[in-house]
């Protein structure tokens, strides 16, 4: 059921079950039904109308907004999938021409090193996909199971500082945050050397901040540069999140990844 016809249905139904009511009263109960009992009557016949309708109503309305709510829990998965498809489609597609070029050229070490990379793609691709976000569970649950498989593949440790309250995000605001975060810790898995990560997220009020950073070596200018395509889909995620992303070294050592939302 549509909201047009709702929409009809709650100024329709209430003008003829009332003016029908009046109508009969006027023409054939004027002289049986005094003026009193009447208005008395109609009085208890709206208000009786007026919330069984509004039962009826808000009901149907609710069982359309979930409805809708899991359309779109699922529709921001399947995005997230194809988004996922096409970066492991493009990885391994350069790292087997790349082999292929080492391979003519005799260098079996570059190859190899090509090899291991596409290794890397298809276990990063597939932990992500096995790891995709169930509607069932909460944003913070999601979070917490994606890293604790996480540290154990990786031998990294992972310190969590999660104060959001449930329900804070819509659907695709919990599936963007989760690419970011996908991305990051990839980064940090090939490129930081690190032992541990802090990752963050907090509601400030006037707004929320994810922040993760590591103990590793760093980030150079040129480092920034050979990692172009993660950081670039980690600042486009950022934007249609409408916050502002950030990555600098740490004064500490390490890297700070920092997405912050204002309202």
């Not at 996922?84 to 292929?100: P, T, V, W, Y």
């Not at 649950?141 to 500082?161: D, L, N, P």
Request: glycine share 6%; hydrophobic share 40%; net charge neutral.
């Amino acid at each position: 059921m549509s909201y047009r016809l709702l929409q009809f249905l709650s100024v329709l139904l209430p003008t003829v079950l009332i003016g029908g009511f009046e109508y009969i009263r006027h023409d054939f109960l004027l002289d049986s039904l005094s003026m009193e009992a009447g208005n008395l009557y109609i009085t208890i016949l709206t208000f009786v109308l007026s919330l069984l309708f509004s039962f009826w109503m808000f009901r149907t309305i609710k069982a359309m907004n979930v409805k809708l709510v899991n359309e779109q829990s699922k529709h921001a998965v399947y995005e997230e999938r194809e988004r996922l498809a096409r970066e492991l489609h493009d990885g391994i597609a350069q790292s087997i021409f790349f082999m292929n070029i080492k391979l003519k050229q005799g260098d079996i070490e570059s190859a190899t090193r090509a090899l291991s990379s596409i290794d890397s793609h298809v276990r990063q691709a597939i932990f992500n996909l096995r790891s995709e976000p169930e509607i069932n569970d909460s944003f913070n649950t999601r979070i917490t199971k994606w890293h604790s498989e996480w540290s154990v593949i990786t031998g990294v440790e992972v310190e969590e500082e999660i104060r959001i309250p449930q329900n804070f995000f819509t659907t695709k605001e919990e599936v963007q945050i989760f690419a970011i975060i996908q991305e990051a810790f990839a980064n940090i898995r090939k490129h930081a050397y690190a032992s541990k990560v802090i990752i963050s997220l907090r509601d400030l009020g006037e707004g929320w901040q994810l922040k993760i950073s590591d103990n590793g070596r760093g980030i150079s200018t040129s480092e920034k540069s050979c990692r172009q395509y993660g950081l670039s889909m980690m600042e486009e995620r950022s934007k249609q999140l409408g916050g502002n992303l950030q990555i600098r070294n740490s004064h500490s050592g390490g890297t700070e990844i920092i997405v912050t939302k204002e309202k």
